[in-house]
């Protein structure tokens, strides 16, 4: 690679860019107060706590959202920030002199390039600025990082207790991979980096079906780099032992952004980075709102709207990019004003700290992740709007009817002309059902709903689901299972967990498309 040819990226002046710079502007004004320099290290700088892990990435993504607008702003101040937190990012590595605030050292994780993948377009903005002695830092990290990477056991597994469910970090760890062998691998080093590149991406959206597939990528076939599947047939996925819409999403995000890298870099993209993209999307896309928020059939046991709603971000980026679609386009904007009502509503900057407020005070860490994680797509769509040339005149988005299931899960949706409903068993907090308007989003509720709710005198309560069975038909389903409803945790001397109800469910979405029908029967 030669590096002269990394040129700082070309802005696209459209709406897009406009308000993604506007609330960029304001949120890198306010996160600046969360930015101290290192005691005794004046040049290195730290956004949030600088603890390893979680705070590693948030730094690395503050990286990202303060290179981008200090490049579109043509602000110096922001520029230098970023340089300042992305040395003290590189002075903190396994391969640097020092250590995170919290006296470790950094990096040869299962996820430990993940933040890196979600900085990597903010890098190339600073690429310009940097001495040489910060790119050989980011040279040495990057090929650590990587050699590690060639020894890693790379693992699959349809179910999460199974302690191989790891779709979204073979993703990340193949385009950490990609990345360091375009930047800086030659030779054979260069192959070999690709190879293993080539067996993460080909086990992160797997298949049983890919077990046998004959394409060849790198001179194998993907059915001898199968490894294990991480989806079932269905596209379902039980990520962190759930049906999660979310990490559908965050498996997609994951290749956009290195999609975005290696085509700033002018390098041909391999067709394996897209390995079973198309048909994840081709069902995440139906399990959207048309004001852009994920529809989580399975639920979601995070802070609502946050995270896995972020990444949907650079993922429609991708849409975009690749088919032109006007669908795609009308969804991100949509979102994006969303963003902008409650950016607008806080008045102070930041992103959430109107409804996380009490998560500020007991939690800078997470909170200054969560507010990272959307500056940083933020970033990526600023530095990506040319693929949004035109937003005008779009129509509503994903009016076709539309019906899944997933016999795992029992998970089941139906979209009509107006209302969509759902039902799944193996749920965040389980069972759940939803029925409601496609237009109205913000009336679903991701917690046992539809369900009732029944509760002991532990600190826990939670259900577990015994069995479940699920009908099909024309524009319609009918499901029907039992739970038990568990508490955990009682007082001294009971013991450890009581079950306190069995509790029936049934629910039928009729084929009227306005009517459900739920019944629940708690027997005492």
């Known amino acids: 690679m030669d590096f002269a040819s990394i040129k700082k990226p070309v802005f696209t002046e459209n709406p897009v860019s406009e308000l993604c710079a506007r609330m960029l502007d304001g949120w890198c004004k306010e996160a600046t107060k969360d930015i101290d320099a290192l005691p005794g290290k004046e040049s ?30 043509n602000n110096r101040e922001y520029i230098l920030r970023a340089l300042g937190m992305l040395r003290f990012n590189l002075y ?108 993460f991406f080909v086990n992160g959206i797997s298949t049983d079906g890919d077990s046998e597939d004959k394409r060849v990528f790198l001179g194998k076939t993907v059915g001898e780099r199968y490894i294990g599947s991480n989806f079932f047939d269905s596209f379902a996925l039980n990520h962190h032992g759930y049906m999660n819409v979310g990490y559908m999403v965050i498996c997609l995000s994951n290749i956009a952004m290195v999609h975005f890298f290696l085509k700033a ?19 995440v896309k139906h399990l959207l709102f048309p004001d852009g928020r994920l529809n989580r059939i399975g639920g979601d046991t995070r802070v609502r709207y946050c995270y896995c709603q972020d990444y949907l971000v650079p993922v429609l980026l991708l ?63 600023l530095k990506e709007a040319s693929v949004l040339d035109s937003i005008e005149d779009i129509q509503d988005v994903l009016q076709e009817p539309f019906s899944w299931h997933d016999s795992y899960h029992g998970s089941t949706i139906v979209k009509g002309k107006e209302n ?18 496609k237009d109205a989003s913000g009336m679903a509720e991701w917690k046992e709903n539809l369900c009732g709710e029944i509760s002991g005198l532990g600190l826990r309560n939670f259900r577990e689901v015994i069995d479940h069975q699920t009908s099909l038909f024309d ?34 979405a009729l084929p009227d498309g306005r009517t459900c029908v739920t019944v629940q029967l708690a027997p005492s």
């Not at 603890?51 to 990286?63: D, E, H, P, R």
């Not at 067709?271 to 994840?280: A, C, D, H, R």
């Open 319 to 381: 849409v975009c990019d690749l088919e032109k679609d006007p669908s795609a386009k009308k969804l991100l904007w949509n979102w994006l004003l969303q963003v902008k009502k409650e950016f607008d509503y806080n008045g102070d900057g930041c992103f959430l700290s109107d409804r996380a407020s009490e998560l500020k005070v007991s939690s800078p860490l997470y909170f200054t992740r969560l507010e990272s994680d959307r500056a940083a797509v933020l970033s990526m769509a």
């Open 420 to 437: 969509v409903a759902s039902f799944t068993w193996i749920a965040g907090e389980r069972p759940q059902g939803c029925f409601l308007p």
């Open 265 to 283: 870099l002018g390098i041909p993209i391999p067709e394996f980075v897209y390995f079973n993209g198309y048909k994840l999307w081709n069902l």
């Open 475 to 508: 524009n319609g389903f009918a499901t029907f299972g039992c739970s038990d409803v568990i508490t955990k945790d009682l007082q001294e001397g009971s013991p450890p967990m009581e079950t306190v109800a069995k509790v029936r469910n049934l629910f039928i």
């Open 92 to 199: 903190s590595h396994l391969t640097g002199e020092g250590r995170c605030t919290d006296g470790t050292k950094w990096g040869h994780t299962w996820i430990s390039t993940l933040g890196i993948s979600r900085m990597i377009h903010g890098v190339l903005c600073l690429w310009d600025y940097m001495t040489d002695e910060d790119k050989h830092a980011f040279r040495k990290m990057m090929l650590s990082e990587a050699e590690y990477l060639l020894d890693y056991e790379i693992k699959a597994g349809k179910l999460a207790q199974s302690l191989k469910n790891m779709p979204e970090s073979n993703i990340w760890n193949g385009a950490h991979l990609l990345t360091a062998a375009y930047m800086f691998a030659e030779g054979e080093e260069k192959q070999r980096i690709q190879d293993k590149a080539c067996d």
């Open 44 to 73: 290195l700088l730290v956004y949030g706590t600088g603890y390893n892990s979680w705070g590693v990435q948030t730094l690395q993504k503050a990286i990202g959202a303060f290179a981008v607008a200090g490049t579109y702003l």
